[in-house]
């Protein structure tokens, strides 16, 4: 939506759902702008035990003691809300379409957190280390499943890639190359099994607590690489950690039947006509 906007060739075309997505960019605005404005006038306060991002944005000074401007606090804040919102739900779905649909992976899931979170124990950071099965399936879906499914990186010094002969490709300074996530956690020089779902193979080594090591160190890239990395990446997972662990302690689920559940690719990945899934109360 946003992306549409900073290109103006396409923000002045009159495309189809134009409307409907200058109508929702304006209402996410609308929103961000809202949340700044109760914050300066003190009608919000930080929900953690200190100063939280938007306290932090709206104090910060730079070298010259100035201040960011409001739209530069409205921009980074956006920027917050856009990229940790939908990716940590999208993450969430496809966590909950695994347990649905295998009975092993919930009842191991199950097993590890009534064993670390007995009698609908509220989780505290002091569990995380503990809850390790939950971790690992939370990898394996960003490994099937990855939130990001491709992204972009501009090359700024030549290379050469691929092996001598007519599979070299030479890639020019400036060119734009996407990478697609998707399909790198699927291949299978990387992956043995590259399209079953088994978390095991992220379970850290009980001896050493060490986690396996990849194949290659950048065969795994849900949280992008490089300098401009996700910078939520050990936030997202925590979140996902405690909200997984929440639900499957205290949750019954299970999928509806005949849908049709197939990953559609945009910027984010989700399924492409939702989700549904029956939930009680666990007793
Ligand atoms: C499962 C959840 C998440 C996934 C899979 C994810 C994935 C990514 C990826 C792949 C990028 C790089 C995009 C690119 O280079 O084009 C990125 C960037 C970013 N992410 Fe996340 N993200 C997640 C959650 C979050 C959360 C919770 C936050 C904030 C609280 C966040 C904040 C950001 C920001 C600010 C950037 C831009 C960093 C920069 O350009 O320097 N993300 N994320």
């Avoid at 910060?60 to 804040?77: H, I, L, N």
């Avoid at 400036?174 to 990478?179: C, D, E, R, S, V």
Wanted: hydrophobic content about 40%; some cysteine; overall charge positive.
């Amino acid at each position: 939506m946003r992306m549409i906007s900073q290109v103006p060739l396409l923000a002045r075309l009159p495309f189809w759902r134009k409307q409907l997505l200058d109508e929702n960019s304006r209402r996410v605005s609308n929103f961000v702008e809202q949340i700044i404005a109760d914050r300066r006038k003190g009608r919000s306060a930080s929900l953690c035990a200190g100063a939280d991002l938007l306290d932090l944005l709206l104090s910060a000074v730079d070298d010259e003691g100035q201040p960011f401007s409001d739209q530069e606090v409205k921009d980074e804040a956006l920027t917050f809300v856009v990229a940790g919102h939908e990716t940590t739900a999208n993450l969430m779905t496809w966590a909950m379409y695994v347990l649905m649909t295998n009975e092993s992976v919930l009842r191991a899931c199950r097993e590890e957190v009534d064993q670390v979170l007995p009698n609908g124990m509220i989780p505290s950071y002091e569990h995380m280390n503990d809850l390790q099965v939950c971790e690992a399936i939370l990898q394996e879906t960003l490994r099937l499943y990855p939130p990001v499914p491709w992204f972009v990186r501009k090359c700024i010094r030549e290379h050469t890639i691929g092996s001598d002969g007519h599979h070299q490709v030479r890639i020019p300074v400036g060119t734009t190359i996407a990478i697609m996530t998707y399909m790198l956690h699927r291949r299978a020089d990387f992956w043995p099994r590259p399209l079953e779902f088994d978390y095991m193979r992220w379970m850290r080594n009980p001896m050493t607590g060490l986690k396996p090591k990849l194949t290659h160190p950048f065969c795994y890239l849900p949280f992008a690489a490089g300098s401009r990395n996700c910078i939520g990446q050990n936030f997202a997972l925590l979140e996902a950690k405690v909200m997984l662990a929440m639900f499957v302690q205290r949750c019954n689920f299970s999928i509806e039947p005949g849908q049709t559940i197939v990953p559609q690719i945009t910027i984010t990945m989700r399924p492409k006509y939702g989700l549904k899934a029956r939930v009680t109360k666990r007793s």
